[in-house]
């Protein structure tokens, strides 16, 4: 078998559907399997694979193990010469797969070490995760306080020496896709199952990277990570970055004081100025757009209007829109396509799964998402 999809669920069982409905269309013309493993769900998760997905593989572990365990339990069930750690909230292109897989020839078999790809988040930004560089201490500081926005001269931790659309070596790959050979997954003890959370991808790269081979970013395929990195920097993001970074230092150099102090004073620092922070903004909706083939009559609080093609659509700034996609009417990669090309203020999008009747999306990187069930 040449490749084992791994998805690690924990209480998002729309997202799952979607995702796994995407991973099927995906896999279509290679020789492989999806392993759902589910930590200790309590929304009917495991339910809804058993009655929509009987033929997938369904491991129902009993309590949250966390995720580096979860994802451990599956690759050692896996058949396949290739894994891929793939998280739930994810819409994958019909090509993903098939593309990384002629990628991989390109890098010769000793090198090769994990390969991401482009992520982008439920408005169509591309999300700068899908690249990383080494975390030093100096590194992590300027990404903590955002200084990466100002100038590449501070880009590290975000791989800025390569654009968005721009393949190449890269330091860090996000654990939302991680593609890679099983045997060197299982060589390097998989996930550290010790890990803090922000550190579990990181240290999986480096650990990579310690026998020698190369992580790779291909941008030339896209997939939607609808729960991208949050931008908020509260006092709780500050204390788990800092615990994932200490972690890191500590088990592959030494605990930085200089790191754990500085992130203190940041701390502080955001306590005393957080009052003056603006309040999030909840989104206007002005009319829907439903791009579908199929006569679907979707009941919905403002206008709609019903289109069958994707060239009929004209923005308007001034109206505020949600573009609904018919999942059955467009392939997963035309959506995708679609979303990065018209990407905007004034839009957000929203998938229609037919099968299951629900509405899903995000309308931007730092919310939990969104499902409407009809």
Request: glycine letters at 6%; proline letters at 2%; hydrophobic letters at 40%.
């Amino acid at each position: 078998m040449q490749l084992s999809v791994i998805i690690l669920n924990y209480n998002v069982r729309y997202f799952l559907e979607q995702c796994v409905r995407s991973v099927q269309k995906a896999l279509e013309n290679i020789d492989a399997e999806i392993i759902v493993v589910d930590n200790n769900s309590t929304d009917a998760s495991c339910e809804m694979m058993k009655q929509l997905f009987p033929q997938i593989t369904l491991i129902e572990n009993k309590e949250n193990l966390g995720f580096p365990k979860g994802n451990n339990i599956a690759v050692q069930q896996a058949k396949g010469e290739y894994i891929c750690i793939l998280n739930p909230d994810t819409v994958v292109a019909e090509d993903t797969f098939e593309k990384i897989l002629n990628f991989k020839f390109q890098i010769p078999n000793s090198q090769l070490g994990i390969i991401g790809c482009k992520l982008i988040d439920g408005t169509g930004n591309f999300l700068p995760e899908s690249k990383r560089g080494l975390p030093t201490p100096y590194v992590a500081i300027t990404k903590i306080f955002g200084l990466y926005k100002i100038s590449n001269f501070f880009g590290k931790y975000y791989a800025q020496h390569l654009s968005e659309n721009q393949s190449g070596k890269v330091d860090v790959l996000v654990g939302a896709f991680m593609m890679m050979k099983r045997d060197l997954y299982l060589k390097v003890g998989g996930f550290d199952e010790n890990c803090f959370m922000y550190s579990d991808d990181i240290d999986l790269s480096y650990m990579i990277q310690k026998l020698g081979m190369e992580n790779f970013y291909f941008h030339e395929t896209s997939l939607i990570h609808y729960k991208g990195e949050s931008t908020v920097r509260d006092e709780k993001y500050l204390e788990r970055f800092r615990d994932a970074m200490q972690f890191f230092y500590k088990k592959h150099f030494k605990k930085s004081w200089f790191f754990d102090k500085f992130l203190q004073f940041g701390s502080l620092l955001y306590a005393i100025f957080k009052q003056k922070q603006p309040q999030k903004l909840v989104r206007k909706i002005d009319k829907y757009i439903v791009f579908s083939n199929n006569n679907i009559q979707l009941k919905l609080s403002k206008p709609i209007e019903y289109l069958t093609d994707f060239e009929q659509f004209k923005n308007t700034n001034n109206i505020n829109f949600e573009l609904i996609f018919d999942t059955n009417s467009f392939s997963f990669a035309e959506i995708i396509y679609f979303m990065e090309k018209h990407k905007s203020k004034n839009i957000t999008f929203k998938n229609y799964i037919s099968q299951s009747n629900y509405l899903i999306g995000s309308n931007n990187s730092t919310d939990r998402g969104e499902v409407l069930i009809f």
